[in-house]
């Protein structure tokens, strides 16, 4: 049960595996491998419903969204319910990060796509024109493959599957195989949205394939048109390969080493709030939590015993009881990853004061929060995506210090830089790898890219953003003649 799944059948493929629940071990449901034909299938449904979808009125696709909107607001308790099941993570970080984060998604692509998708005058002054009048469009696609991950296993398809739907693509979404039923419940969300809407006909636009690794390789070998693909850079660097094999454009976004950079003039209160809770959310597992956190040396000594302190009262346990601050790692395959990085850190001579081991007496997959330091850049905790409830401080001295810490990285996405100035010396420009970057540490926007192309092996492309419908389309130019008189 390592990979916190359960194969049944010799390959795993055209065969059958089984859900767990992270926090008890349980078996949640089994579910069917989507073979290469399966994939295949659903990709040329997607293709016949875009048909009758790309011709609707882009207000009335809008519609849909605000409806879906309307539908996860309703069922946000069942959802919120089975994404605890399937994920561990707390109950109230399920509803505002994943079911509130897709409704708001839904509403923002609803709201805007018209003004994004709007066409363009395009001006020349070239006199052999004189009668000709140019238009850039935005037009769909065709059908976009979603291969998506567990840790945020509604919000982040969700955030693409809209942004594609209302530029009118069809899409096929195969999800992570330890949240399959989420995927499942999202797809049947949508669905109703189309009846409630009148829009019975079928095939519909959004599909979903349930299945491992190789049904999401299957549907980067089919006939889609363009594919997004969140998980790990090993992975991802796989579905890149196979992608430009067949010239498939592709958007990746994988994982990342964010820094936390607190300034001398920081309100520690504040501040160590924000380091523990951007570590721990999600029991640190987030593509932008805080991964690495650097503290100016007048503060450190503070800094850490207020974390320590913050971090001492955490509630640890099931995600699904009342009062749960920390849930269990997704997997016992997350579980050693974290275990390990820690390991190597204490044997390198860091310092453990909170946490440091597995709770076994908890549940399978449950690790202590832990706060440590006395640590260096050769370390695989500060090097590569720790993705555990762990929170590593190192001091700084001075800002041009912090910077080259923060910098000391092969990932790029997001920073946090925590001071009292309104612009901190350490500004975005001194941050170059950095894709997004804040004063505080908050949930992505559905208005603002928090992943942005990128030389840095974590991100290319900017899904979540005012541009993601144009990423769903393709620009065409029209010229017209039109002569005087
Ligand atoms: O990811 P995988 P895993 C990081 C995090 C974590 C590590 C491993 O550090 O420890 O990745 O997680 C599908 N062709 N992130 O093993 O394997 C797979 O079925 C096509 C960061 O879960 O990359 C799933 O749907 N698809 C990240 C998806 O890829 C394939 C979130 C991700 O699985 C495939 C999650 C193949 N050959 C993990 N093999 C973030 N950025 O937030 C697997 N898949």
Known sequence: MDSGIHIVGKSG??????????????????????SVDDVADAVARARLAQLWWSRLPLLRRAAVLRRVAKLLCDAREPLARTITSESGKPLQEALLNDVMVAADAAVFCAGNAASVLRPQHIPH?????????????????????????????????????????????????????????????????????????????LPRPFQVVIGLGLTGQALVSSDIDKLIFTGSVATGRRVAVAAANRLLPVVLELGGKDAMVVLDDADLDTA?????????????????SVERCYVHRSIYSRFLTLCRDKISKLNIGDGSLPGTDLGPLISLAQLQIVKKQVEEARILGATVHIGGEPL?????????????????????LMREETFGPVLPVMPFSTDDEAVLFANDSEFGLSASVWGRTATPPPSPVALPQVLSWSMTSSPPLPSAPHRTAASRRAASGAPMAVSACRRWSAPSTSMSISFPG
């Open 360 to 380: 076994p007496n908890l549940g399978p997959n449950f690790y202590a929060p832990t706060l440590i330091t006395d640590l260096d850049h050769s370390m695989s």
């Open 13 to 34: 493929y055209r065969d059958g595996f089984s859900t767990f629940n992270p926090a008890t071990g349980e078996t949640l449901a089994n579910y069917q491998v989507a």
């Open 125 to 201: 002054s070239n006199p052999a024109l004189r009668f000709k009048r140019s238009q850039l469009s935005f037009e769909p696609l065709g059908v976009i493959g979603i291969i998506s991950p567990w840790n945020y296993p509604l919000s982040i398809p969700a955030a693409d599957v809209f942004a594609a739907l209302v530029t009118g693509n069809g899409v096929v979404l195969k999800p992570s195989e330890l949240t399959p039923q989420t995927a499942l419940d999202f797809e049947a969300l949508f669905n109703r949205a189309l009846d409630e809407e009148a829009l019975t006909a």
């Open 272 to 288: 160590s709030s924000a380091a523990v809770w951007g570590s721990m959310m999600n029991a640190g597992q987030t593509c932008i």
